[in-house]
């Protein structure tokens, strides 16, 4: 079992920037690749970002430029560093990573991001 807890969402104006944090209990986090998702109200949960083992990373469209994903793997920790914010970024984010095991992978509880115009 896996525990994923994300933190630092919060309430933003347009153009501001929030680091969001994610932790993982897994014991192979360094072999794994990890993901951000978001999911807006009324709309489908959508990958952000993510990041291999080997640190490559991709985004969605609506992100690159303005978003980064990094990881720390001697802190278990996977990072989205979001500048440049717009109202339509406003969404719960969500921690995940894959998993032989368990085919929906492992998710957190999610943390709010709200960006005001």
């Known amino acids: 079992q896996v525990q994923l807890v994300e933190s630092g969402g919060g309430l933003v104006q347009a153009g501001g920037s929030l680091r969001l944090s994610c932790v993982s209990s897994?014991?192979?986090?360094?072999?794994?690749?990890m993901n951000w998702y978001r999911q807006a109200p009324g709309k489908q949960r959508e990958l952000v970002a993510s990041?291999?083992?080997?640190?490559?990373?991709n985004y969605a469209e609506s992100v690159k430029g303005r978003f980064t994903i990094s990881r720390d793997n001697a802190k278990n920790t996977v990072y989205l560093q979001m500048t440049s914010l717009k109202p339509e970024d406003t969404a719960v984010y969500y921690c995940?990573?894959?998993?032989?095991?368990?085919?929906?992978?492992?998710w957190g509880q999610g943390t709010q991001v709200t960006v005001s115009s």
């Open positions: 995940h990573t894959p998993s032989g095991i368990i085919s929906s992978g492992y």
């Open positions: 897994g014991r192979f986090f360094s072999v794994n690749a």
């Open positions: 990041i291999t083992y080997d640190y490559r990373t």
